[in-house]
């Protein structure tokens, strides 16, 4: 057996001890970004898709480029591209990038955009974002009749997609900024930031509309097992402004809530229902219960593209089961028996009643939600 002072020790067959030290085994060589501010999470370039990946943050600032849209629905799939704006986003340039690799025949082309679509729609089930983007691109293409044209609507569609959900996440966080207190800790949990949108970030975006006009919040982020969202990019997106930020181990939530340190939460959502209910990483709702029981108020940031009404309530949300060796692993090392059966959902639905208010870019919505929701699929702009 290892001896517990050295923890990289290894027995005869190889196995290494968990280390419960204090320190990390390795230094992390956390980048530091440009003055120019974030790298974009996602663009197009001269005919080729580039995108950050974000499984190597924060140890490097890493892009990937290409043009064929089996990669991008690889890196929706392993969360290289994650977020729902994000990977809605990524799905439409997929698209673009299989109309501009494909052959010139429209007839030929649109079947491969369907083949595209089909794979990219088979990659993750909770967000809808990414059907979205996908039925919007292909609908876009569908009164071209050459090869060409085809091409350019479904890059045109694309761009839009990217370009107005920048747009909504601005007014997302001059609304949402309403919602928080002038001072004192807010939480959010995995990432809802510019790194999981078009830029600029929903529940972050909030926060950085609220610093913009003065607020000043002690963020706190909770780590989001198993993939550690928060831990990895929430902190990393965050500490390049400045923010004041702690990270908490997700067991550590109620105790900070216990504690009053915290005035609000505020997060992200993969799929609101016409009901109110909410889909967000697994966690969440734990979180809200929390809230709930400590009388801080629990709001979701989210663009309209990912509200649906045709979802009657969270128990219809499909949520995403993902591998087991995200729970039995921890960062490649084996820290649980291989024999073991695991339950790994990705995301929790979180019930309207604890949700305080949901804010879109068409406005600030309140129970009931049902309602409210409806109205503002009417207009364009709600205020409330
Ligand atoms: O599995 P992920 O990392 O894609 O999950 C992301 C989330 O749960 C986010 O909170 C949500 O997509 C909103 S991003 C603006």
Known sequence: MPSPADSTSEDESGARAFP??????????????SAEGLPPTIEWRAGRV??????????AVRFI????PGTIAEAIRTLQVRGAPAIGIAAAY???????????????????????????????PTAVNLAWAIERTLRATQEARSGEVLRRAALAEAEAIHAEDVAANHRIGELGADLLPDRGGVLTH???????????????????????????????????RPLLQGARLTTWELLQEGFRVKLLSDAAAASLFARRELAAVIVGADRIA????????????GLALMAEAHGVPFHVAAPWSTVDLDTPSGAAIPIEQRGAAEVTCFAGIRTAPAEVSVENPAFDVTPAR????????????????????????????LHV
């Open 20 to 33: 419960a030290t204090a320190e990390c085994l390795n230094s992390l060589p956390t980048e530091e970004i």
């Open 50 to 59: 580039r995108f950050l990946d974000q499984t190597a943050l924060p140890g």
């Open 65 to 68: 480029e290409t043009n064929d």
């Open 94 to 124: 997929a698209l673009a990038a299989a109309a501009w690799t494909g052959p010139d025949d429209p007839a030929a082309l649109r079947r491969r955009l369907a083949e595209t679509a089909a794979q990219l729609r088979a990659t993750r």
């Open 190 to 224: 995995c990432n809802a930031g510019a790194l999981a949108t078009g830029g600029y970030g929903t529940a972050l975006g909030v926060l950085r509309a609220a610093r913009s006009r003065g607020k000043s919040h002690t963020v706190f982020v909770s780590e989001s």
């Open 274 to 285: 016409a009901n109110g209910d909410v889909a967000n990483k697994v966690g969440t709702y």
């Open 354 to 381: 604890l949700v305080h208010a949901i804010v879109t870019e068409r406005g600030l919505h309140r129970a009931p939600y049902r309602a409210s929701l409806r109205a503002a699929a009417r207009e364009r702009t």
